[in-house]
């Protein structure tokens, strides 16, 4: 059993009654979407890629049977949950950041030398937010929390770090060294997140 099974083993059985329908509606990604995505970010973790060639995103995602909206992932904040992005959503957010052209110092400017509490360690704040791969975003669809793959990490920290933004007060923080332990995370932590999605 490979970790993204045993992830959607635990993660099935805790969906919400109302999730179970559209959840039977997913599908995973086509290769030659998950081509694109590896030709993309060459270092795009397996775990990752086999989790999107089974299930192509769940954040208002349509399908052939119809538009699934289902929350499956989770972060260092408790229970709050998260979306999963499809290979094209993660490619939109990707080009919006290109057409942006921004930084993290370029969009907090002196605010980032004035508040250390926005970027953690092991995060540069000078590459292009584009190169970073965003995987998840939360419930709250306003940008309030969103997930990244980082694979050029600041000195001290690991290729393929994944990074949680939280806004208000905004912040970057490596909340895994990679995608295969932020799963293990989510194992361990008895999937946390579905807590907030109970009754």
């Not at 995973?28 to 299930?55: F, H, K, N, T, Y």
């Not at 499809?86 to 605010?111: L, P």
């Not at 990244?148 to 895994?176: E, N």
């Given at each position: 059993m490979?970790l993204?099974?045993?992830?959607?083993t635990?993660?099935v059985?805790?969906l919400p009654?109302d999730?179970?329908?559209?959840?039977g509606?997913t599908e995973?990604?086509?290769a030659?979407?998950?081509q694109?995505?590896?030709a993309?970010?060459p270092?795009?973790?397996?775990?990752l890629?086999?989790?999107?060639?089974?299930?192509?995103g769940?954040?208002?995602?349509?399908?052939p049977?119809?538009?699934?909206?289902?929350?499956m992932l989770?972060?260092?904040?408790?229970?709050?949950?998260?979306?999963l992005r499809s290979?094209?959503?993660?490619f939109?957010?990707t080009a919006?950041?290109?057409s942006w052209?921004?930084?993290?110092?370029s969009i907090y400017?002196?605010?980032?030398?004035?508040?250390?509490?926005i970027?953690?360690a092991g995060i540069?704040?000078?590459?292009?937010?584009?190169?970073?791969?965003c995987?998840?975003?939360?419930?709250?669809?306003?940008g309030?929390?969103?997930?990244?793959?980082?694979?050029?990490?600041a000195p001290?920290?690991t290729v393929?770090?994944?990074?949680r933004?939280l806004?208000d007060p905004d912040?970057y923080?490596?909340?895994?060294p990679g995608f295969d332990?932020?799963l293990?995370?989510?194992?361990?932590g008895?999937?946390?997140?579905?807590a907030?999605?109970?009754?």
């Amino acid at each position: 059993m490979t970790l993204v099974d045993r992830f959607l083993t635990g993660l099935v059985p805790r969906l919400p009654d109302d999730d179970v329908g559209m959840w039977g509606w997913t599908e995973g990604a086509s290769a030659a979407d998950l081509q694109r995505l590896r030709a993309r970010w060459p270092q795009v973790p397996d775990s990752l890629v086999e989790l999107l060639g089974r299930i192509d995103g769940t954040h208002y995602r349509t399908y052939p049977a119809g538009e699934v909206c289902v929350l499956m992932l989770g972060s260092d904040v408790g229970h709050y949950p998260y979306y999963l992005r499809s290979v094209e959503q993660i490619f939109e957010d990707t080009a919006q950041w290109d057409s942006w052209g921004e930084s993290i110092r370029s969009i907090y400017e002196e605010w980032l030398e004035e508040d250390p509490d926005i970027l953690g360690a092991g995060i540069d704040a000078d590459l292009p937010m584009g190169q970073r791969l965003c995987f998840s975003h939360c419930c709250n669809n306003g940008g309030t929390s969103v997930l990244y793959l980082d694979f050029d990490p600041a000195p001290g920290g690991t290729v393929g770090q994944v990074v949680r933004y939280l806004h208000d007060p905004d912040s970057y923080t490596v909340i895994a060294p990679g995608f295969d332990a932020y799963l293990e995370q989510l194992i361990e932590g008895e999937y946390l997140f579905m807590a907030e999605q109970d009754g």
